[in-house]
């Protein structure tokens, strides 16, 4: 465990990063003197560490370690083969520490609530951030994207008296992690590149909810098949753990009812609370989000010994204004909105191209997707074909391949081409960049266009925003 109190030197690897820099944050609030290194490419979060007085070396090079280092953290892109500092880290005998393992390290020094998940995992943890601050829990959460209502940072220090965490699935990062409560949103194939198939992965998170400890909490998305499945698996073996349901099927105070859409804004009731849930952003899934959020924040509450204001708690879900890449509002110009989302698994793209059905009825609705990875490809290609069904019209281009896998035994256009067989407007280009005229000259007033994907496609919603904006001006 970190003693901040005794004011430890930190030095993390590759600060810029959205992880590294959430946690940079996070160790700088609680006590710890922190600096850090990284390329010399600006990158948005510059200017967080520039404003916490945080010290960035750039470039990477073995001068820079300073001679006292209490705790070493690194991204996971670097090691002593590809960095000078690394190699000289592990010269001195400093050991050194991945982000999902300083993550693991913090978490074990505080009662921690943490949120896992095939998908929601992101804008879960923010509306709980969102929720502990207008109710003044005391914590930090940590988020793996920025979020908006957090001034556009993967951090919000509010206490130190728990901890609030994003946590990841792949390659069991999450196991390093101990929580005293766990949200499972939900569980299904995914990062099909490690995990062998479905019972891979539900072993994964298996493991995760055996960590909790004793008396311990298990919430769970009760209209989520595989994390039902998991809430039984717990109920045989841990019979001294509280199960916790949410969802529209879920029995308690965490029942979601009466849900519907208002003038663009999600609307539904929460069984135990008082006062409407009201959400800017679209979807079922984002309701199933908050619900999750509100049993976090009021159990760790509850376990505080704090009386939070339930209905306050849901009235500041109306602000939240959703984080980086999750139905990201670039802007509106020349009658077009542009947004951008980071779903890149067919169950994600299909909910959120429906809840942008739900709140944009008399837009049309087109839809730039990049796929990512060739085994998530190939493993759940039917899936694909089949998600964009709420499309008006769909533009593909080819697979966006990862720093682990070189190919595939797919590609974008047989995509494309089987994608064709059942949509009624589908367009591909190879390359992202090659479509960007064609898409300027199709957009109309009143559409929506969005950017979907974990490939390079999402500067086309930026750019061709700039373009209309620039127009319109």
Not at 341 to 350: E, F, K, Q, V
Request: hydrophobic share 35%; charged share 25%.
């Amino acid at each position: 465990m970190i003693d901040f109190s005794s004011g430890p030197q930190v030095y993390c690897i590759g600060i810029k990063g959205t992880g590294m820099c959430a946690l940079a944050e996070y160790c700088r609030h609680a006590g710890a003197h922190v600096e850090g290194s990284d390329v010399q490419e600006v990158f948005y979060t510059d200017e967080i560490l520039k404003t916490l007085d945080i010290p960035v070396h750039t470039p990477f090079k073995s001068a820079n370690l300073p001679s006292r280092i209490d705790h070493l953290f690194y991204s996971a892109a670097y090691d002593a083969d590809n960095n000078p500092e690394m190699a000289e880290a592990a010269r001195r005998g400093i050991p050194g520490m991945s982000y999902p393992q300083a993550l693991g390290l913090i978490s074990r020094g505080q009662p921690t609530g943490a949120v896992a998940g095939v998908h929601g995992k992101t804008t879960t943890t923010a509306l709980a951030g969102t929720m502990a601050q207008a109710v003044g829990l005391p914590v930090g959460v940590i988020v793996g994207s920025g979020v908006s209502n957090f001034k556009g940072r993967s951090c919000l220090f509010l206490g130190d008296r728990g901890l609030i965490a994003e946590t990841c699935e792949y390659r069991r990062h999450f196991l390093n992690v101990s929580p005293r409560w766990l949200i499972v949103s939900s569980i299904e194939p995914d990062h099909l590149d490690y995990f062998k198939d479905y019972e891979d992965i539900l072993d994964a998170f298996t493991e995760y909810a055996l960590k909790l400890p004793e008396k311990g909490t298990l919430i769970y998305c009760a209209d989520d098949a595989g994390a039902s499945e998991l809430a039984e698996r717990m109920r045989s073996r841990r019979s001294d753990l509280s199960m916790v349901p949410y969802g529209f099927t879920a029995g308690g105070d965490y029942r979601l009812q009466d849900y519907r859409v208002e003038g663009e804004r999600l609307v539904a009731e929460l069984a135990g609370f008082t006062g409407p849930l009201r959400l800017r952003i679209p979807g079922r899934h984002s309701a199933l989000n908050a619900a999750a959020a509100a049993a976090l924040v009021t159990i760790m509450g509850e376990y505080l010994g704090l009386d939070l204001d339930r209905e306050k708690m849901l009235s500041a879900c109306e602000d939240f204004r959703g984080s980086k890449r999750r139905s990201e509002i670039i802007g509106e110009a020349g009658g077009v909105l542009f947004m951008d989302d980071y779903a890149h698994h067919p169950t994600a793209i299909r909910s959120t191209l429906r809840g942008l059905r739900e709140f944009y009825p008399n837009r049309r609705l087109v839809v730039d997707f990049m796929s990512h990875t060739y085994s998530r490809t190939a493993a759940l290609f039917d899936g694909f074909v089949s998600a964009f069904g709420d499309a008006d019209e769909l533009i593909l281009h080819d697979i966006y391949a990862s720093a682990r896998e070189e190919s595939g035994g797919v590609s974008g256009e047989q995509l494309y081409r089987k994608t064709s067989e059942l949509h009624r407007s589908v367009r591909y280009y190879p390359e992202p960049v090659a479509s960007l005229e064609d898409l300027d000259a199709m957009l109309s007033p009143g559409d929506l266009f969005i950017s979907m994907g974990a490939g390079n496609n999402w500067k086309l919603s930026h750019e061709l925003y700039q373009r209309r904006k620039g127009r319109s001006a």
